[in-house]
């Protein structure tokens, strides 16, 4: 008979570590976000006013599935609401629950909740990812329950589907795209020696977690002395407000064989680096950044161009460039991937007020993201 477990405290999670990585192992679409080893640094750093809410599907005495929860109160438009929703706080693209079945898994977790006494306002189910739980699955889980879900989606992400070969890939670009990409190179090389490195540990369990501060040192130091260590929003891998996080993350990816750095030197100087998590092939780009005195080469276009052709020699099967930066991303994505938010309002907040000026304020962000995805299409 399958039932749910719930288990609110972190620290309970580490005796089901093995099992969460044996079912992460067998997830559609998984990505580094849904380790357990990111949940945990996540929450040392940001769990403080949440209250956790990791649903298990428990099917004959064996964990077959795990839905991965918060429950936190957020200002919105429409004023201070509760929301439940998946840990990931816009680190990365995608997220959705661990498991084989991913429909099966959420049914039952939204099951479990449907008879629970209801302390969340509102269930958000954000980052459904077009490779891994799609919002159609969710939506279908949802309604297994009898509820349903407003989609909408709030932002997108550019995305490089490596099917083929990197000549391939190369023919698909532009005429433009490829002039460039020879000219830099060419104007690269003038400056001197031209080295690409790329980093990836197979994980401690296999005898590699090396984190390599030394290189992730050399990223940090291109980040504070580019433009982007002037940067105010927390955007840069040298922001101080994020440097312990990000730096606790690196450890749990190195340990994991998660991570996945790419530098480029000329004359063994750092001029450019592209900061990246890995799973089964998936990789997220997190941060970019390269030193000023060599943009006039593009030798943040180089490094990118060398990684993309790294990752299709290593069969790499998707690369996530993140959502921003439409325009300047338009040249190397091969398609633009809604991340949508499914927002399920239960019955009682219908007679509340914010909950329901939180539909209307939906309804403008699905608007908004109509506009951004019409103008980054634009010819």
Known sequence: MAH???INNIEHLAAYRRHWRELLATTPGANFFQTLEWLEVY????????????????????????????LKSEQTRAG???????????????????????????????????????DWDVLELRWAGAFGTSAETTEAALADVGWSARPTEPEVTSVIEMKGSWEEYLASRSAKFRSNWRRWERRLAERGEVRYERYRPVGLADGDGDPRWDLYEQCFELARKSWQGESKTGTTLSHESIVPFLRDVHHA????????????????????????????GSVYGLRVGYDADFSRE????VLCYRSIEDSFARGDWLYDLGPGSLQTKRQIRTQLCPLTRLTHFPIGSLFSIRPNLLRLARMTDARHCEELVAAATAS
């Open 80 to 118: 201070r609401i509760r929301f439940l929703t998946y840990p990931l706080d816009f680190w990365g693209s995608f997220y959705g629950p661990i498991g084989f079945n991913p429909q099966k898994t959420l049914t039952a977790a939204f099951d479990y909740l449907r008879q629970r006494r209801r």
């Open 298 to 301: 593009g030798v943040g276009s």
């Open 4 to 6: 749910v477990l719930e």
């Open 253 to 280: 990816a190195a340990e994991t064989g998660s991570l996945d750095l790419n530098l480029l030197y000329v004359d063994d100087r750092p001029a450019a680096y592209a900061y990246n998590y890995h799973f089964q």
């Open 43 to 70: 929450w040392k750093h940001y769990g403080q006013g949440q209250s956790l809410r990791v649903l298990m599907e428990i099917d004959e005495g064996e964990l077959v599935g795990i839905v991965p929860l918060t």
